[in-house]
């Protein structure tokens, strides 16, 4: 009889939980079993979800002109925020990181809103330097050298 009694009110609160949460969630979506590379989920709605990869973003940067003139000499760790146009020379660092920027190149090579970690990946320098064009049009551009 207790046993009874405890369902006859287990129940009735499992199924208002049930309501409650397809009412907050639009409908919860389940997975279909499929061998798939990409599973499908399906909602209620009717809505087909496909999972797919993001491909991972690697530098590959490419020519975008020659060394900016005139160009402010600066040292690591040297970083630089605001809106405009600046050049920038540099001779020694070995990592940059750059965010909210129009262009940014180094050495006429495009690393716009780049964090390069490996000086494997910087251009050769010229004269002994390396040559920054920083381009933003928001105040919160920014452009980081570290020693």
């Known amino acids: 009889m207790i046993a009874k009694t405890k369902?006859?009110?287990f129940f009735p609160l499992l199924v208002l939980w049930a309501i409650v949460m397809a009412t907050l969630l639009g409908g919860a979506p389940t997975e279909t079993a499929s061998a798939q590379a990409n599973p499908?989920?399906?909602?209620?709605?009717s809505t087909v979800l496909?999972?797919?990869r993001t491909p991972t973003l690697t530098p590959t940067p490419t020519r975008t002109g020659g060394i900016c003139a005139p160009a402010v000499l600066v040292a690591?760790?040297?970083a630089y925020n605001?809106?405009?146009t600046r050049c920038f020379r540099i001779a020694q660092m070995?990592?940059?990181?750059?965010w909210n920027l129009s262009a940014l190149s180094i050495n006429g090579v495009n690393f716009t809103n780049m964090y390069v970690t490996n000086p494997s990946l910087f251009?050769?320098?010229i004269n002994g330097s390396w040559y920054i064009t920083y381009v933003?049009?928001?105040s919160w551009g920014h452009f980081e050298a570290q020693p």
């Open 7 to 9: 369902m006859y009110i």
């Open 40 to 45: 499908t989920l399906v909602t209620p709605q």
């Open 50 to 52: 496909t999972r797919t």
């Open 76 to 78: 690591a760790p040297f």
């Open 82 to 84: 605001g809106a405009g």
């Open 94 to 98: 070995s990592a940059f990181n750059s």
């Open 123 to 125: 251009p050769p320098k």
């Open 136 to 138: 933003s049009d928001v």
